[in-house]
């Protein structure tokens, strides 16, 4: 018998079953409404249910509604999303939040083309809101789908490739139970993420290990197959602490175009050649407010990792000698007693510094 035939025999009669008795309890499975599906599903993207689990239930308390995320503030919006990363999401889906409002009048589209539409949607969110919360047939594709796909088929070839990736999507369609879409596409990563996982799968477990090829060569953990990743740049990055005669602290927001736009942080940048990292600090501090500052006592050093860099973070104390802030390379800036410098969003690499100032 042909393999499709086969792994889609089995997903009916195996793997389905046994998402109804092994599905995980997640807060987006109850109360499934195309909003909450929407929310749960971007903060899936790049996050672990576990981590995302609480980030829900605080969003959906502070905004019940899509017209209630609508009516809010975009820095509000950044706030509830802090230390989730990826902030594009967050700006995406309240643009989307506000167009769905003006557009269809506080409705969520109900079609694949009309909800490819929004903003921060792709082909795999609009498969999983269409699946999910409208049943209609459409197969996500995302990396436990594809890990599961890979092995199944013992598809030896490049995930990286856009190309591939199309021809899997393609197997995904082929092998979609239709009029149970929502059920498939969760059997699907759920067997990724809890069984078939990257690097110890429970092969015994498995409703699909008959027709595993990976299984059947003994060598599932070969599958997908990737390219050797590239070397990630790593840079230093100075930042300072500057304290007024009041005690208030100066905090500048990013712009809205740049990486981290609309966050708050402790103003500085990235180290260039030929400089010790307090003349980093220093020159940036004029090239962003334009106030000329002496460093002082170091504070902390933070180590992040982004999905493109990793990062040094070196932070010290600052007085302003001469001028006045102004916003020449940020959005705004304003200063703060310490106790209010939660109240606005940051990056999880600022959060830490605020850690070390709480400690002091």
């Not at 017209?67 to 990826?86: H, I, N, R, T």
């Not at 990736?165 to 990724?192: P, T, W």
């Not at 092969?203 to 299984?215: N, T």
């Not at 260039?272 to 050093?301: H, N, P, S």
């Amino acid at each position: 018998m042909d393999q499709t035939k086969r792994v889609k025999r089995a997903v009916k009669s195996r793997l389905l079953p046994w998402f109804s008795e092994n599905k995980r309890s997640m807060p987006w499975r109850s109360n499934r409404t195309p909003y909450r599906v929407w929310i749960s599903e971007l903060m899936l993207q790049q996050t672990r249910v576990d981590q995302a689990t609480p980030y829900f239930h605080r969003f959906m308390q502070r905004f019940p509604s899509l017209k209630s995320l609508a009516a809010a503030s975009q820095e509000d919006v950044l706030k509830m999303w802090e230390g989730l990363g990826y902030y594009s999401r967050a700006r995406n889906l309240h643009k989307a939040a506000q167009l769905i409002v003006t557009e269809y009048k506080g409705r969520f589209p109900s079609t694949a083309d009309e909800i490819l539409k929004l903003p921060g949607v792709g082909s795999y969110t609009a498969a999983a809101i269409g699946s999910l919360a409208f049943n209609m047939n459409m197969a996500v594709l995302d990396g436990n789908v594809i890990r599961v796909l890979t092995r199944l088929f013992a598809d030896d070839r490049d995930t990286r490739s856009l190309k591939i990736k199309n021809e899997l999507q393609q197997l995904a369609d082929k092998l979609l139970v239709k009029g149970s879409a929502g059920d498939f596409n969760e059997a699907m990563m759920e067997l990724g993420a809890t069984v078939c996982m990257p690097k110890n799968p429970n092969c015994e477990a498995c409703p699909l290990s008959r027709c595993c090829l990976a299984k059947q060569e003994g060598n599932p953990t070969d599958y997908p197959k990737k390219a050797p990743k590239k070397k990630v740049p790593h840079i230093i990055v100075g930042a300072a602490v500057v304290m007024n005669s009041k005690g208030k602290i100066l905090i500048a927001q990013r712009r809205a175009e740049d990486m981290l736009g609309g966050l708050w942080e402790f103003p500085g940048g990235k180290q260039e050649a030929g400089e010790t990292i307090e003349e980093c600090v220093a020159r940036e501090l004029k090239e962003e407010l334009d106030i000329q500052i002496e460093v002082g006592e170091f504070l902390v050093t933070v180590k992040h990792a982004y999905s493109h860099f990793t990062m040094e973070l070196h932070t010290y104390f600052a007085k302003i000698k001469s001028g006045r802030p102004k916003t020449l390379e940020c959005q705004n800036f304003q200063w703060l007693e310490r106790s209010n410098l939660r109240n606005v969003p940051y990056s999880k690499a600022d959060l830490k510094i605020i850690e070390a100032l709480e400690k002091r």
